[in-house]
């Protein structure tokens, strides 16, 4: 008869500043693993971005740390109102990752644990998720924790937005509205005024 297999022994603990670095070099790794590059991942450290990113009032990161106290994944969540006319708050689990080696054995639950926990103490009634759309692993597993799909969030730069709806073109005044109105109503006119001429 085969031993079941047990799942290592997984601690989360709210990042603090003794934390601070172990949780960084965890986050580097996770955003090398997600296509950005680790020049640009580590510069967002060592400018102190996600230093102070980390002691923002609406930003909470808890840190998995496994068997041999080698951190094995994080969770980064988010607090505010659900939406921008109510003061229902709301919690958003902002970035969730866990190291290649310590997937499947149950690291995320434990984190969200720690989400579900700081919810719950904040009162919120709710707690959404924000996964890339192309992930589909991601995708899978919140459905089957119970996330639906409320909305799709569509991204872009402002500078493309503006230039879209036309923000960088010259506003017409009313003045050269009037004007070019006038303009085409004399050639029309004086168009069927040749016609007659003519006919």
Known sequence: MEKPVSRPVVSVKRVTPELERSFMDLWVTSRTEHGASPEVA??????????AALTREDVRAFIAVGDGGSPVGFVVATHSPFSG????????????????????????????????????????????????????????????????????????????????????????????????????????LAGRGGNQLVG
């Open 42 to 51: 580590a510069r967002a450290v060592s400018e102190g971005r996600v230093q």
């Open 85 to 188: 006319l109510t003061d229902a708050p709301s919690v958003a689990i902002d970035q969730i990752y866990v190291a290649p080696a310590a997937r499947r054995h149950g690291v995320a639950r434990h984190l969200l644990a720690a989400v579900t926990a700081y919810a719950d103490k904040l009162g919120c009634e709710q707690i959404g998720c924000n996964v890339p759309s192309q992930h589909r692993d991601a995708n899978r597993f919140f459905a089957r924790l119970g996330f639906s799909s409320q909305v799709v969030r569509r991204v872009t730069s402002t500078g493309a937005l503006r230039r879209r709806i036309g923000v960088d073109e010259p506003r017409i005044g009313l003045e050269q509205i009037l004007h070019r109105r006038r303009s085409l109503r004399a050639k029309a």
